[in-house]
């Protein structure tokens, strides 16, 4: 399996994940795979919370991270990495992640 290494035909879907934590969702996104060849990329990620995103960075250097809450988010670098990103990958699809944490504890 070539997982590792693929060119940009094979991905076919780039990912901004909303609410990324330290990387979970990310980390499943990265693993996909088509016939032996990496197929998605995780390209941007966004967390209120800098110890998560610190973790995150760690484990998927490549993407871009903002430490943000995202009804305040300046959308401009995210935008002007998107262009970029949609140049080296024409072909993929773009994939607006949100993994929504549960605030609430429920007595059971």
Partial sequence: M???YSN???IR?????LFCGAGGTSTGVESA???GNKCAKVIAC?????????SHESNHPDALHFTEDIRTLDLKPLLLSLIRMRQ??????IVLWASLGITIVYNT
């Fill in 8 to 10: 940009s035909e094979d």
């Fill in 88 to 93: 080296e990958y024409p072909c993929a699809l």
């Fill in 46 to 54: 966004v967390n209120h919370d800098a110890n998560a995103i610190a």
């Fill in 13 to 17: 879907l780039l990912y901004i994940d």
């Fill in 33 to 35: 795979v088509i016939n």
């Fill in 2 to 4: 070539n997982s590792e």
